[in-house]
Nanobody
């Protein structure tokens, strides 16, 4: 059984910084892409950033230059460093991982339970 557990969300003032983390655990053979999505109230879930096992990254235009995604392959953990936060960044942030739980299993997309990030004065 695979679990993705996020941590590090919270309340921060506009212009502030926050780092969220996500650790994958359980039966894991390999992890390809890891990433972050977010969903604000009344809005659709949207991609924030992704990172491959080789370190290639991709960002939504709205966060480029402010957010940085990174990962520690040895720890099966992905991070999202968020700087210059704005009220419109307020959302539940979800971790994702495309991983194979065993040598013979096909890779599948897994989701974390989400962590709330609120940007407000």
């Amino acid at each position: 059984q695979v679990q993705l557990v996020e941590s590090g969300g919270g309340l921060v003032q506009p212009g502030g910084s926050l780092r969220v983390s996500c650790a994958a655990s359980g039966s894991i053979f390999s992890i390809d892409v890891m990433g972050w999505y977010r969903q604000a109230p009344g809005k659709q879930r949207q991609l924030v950033a992704t990172i491959t096992s080789g370190g290639n990254t991709n960002y939504a235009d709205s966060v480029k230059g402010r957010f940085t995604i990174s990962r520690d392959n040895a720890k099966n953990t992905v991070y999202l460093q968020m700087n210059s936060l704005r009220p419109e960044d307020t959302a539940v942030y979800y971790c994702t991982a495309v991983l194979a739980p065993s040598r013979t299993a096909s890779p599948m997309l897994y989701w974390g339970q989400g962590t709330q990030v609120t940007v407000s004065s």
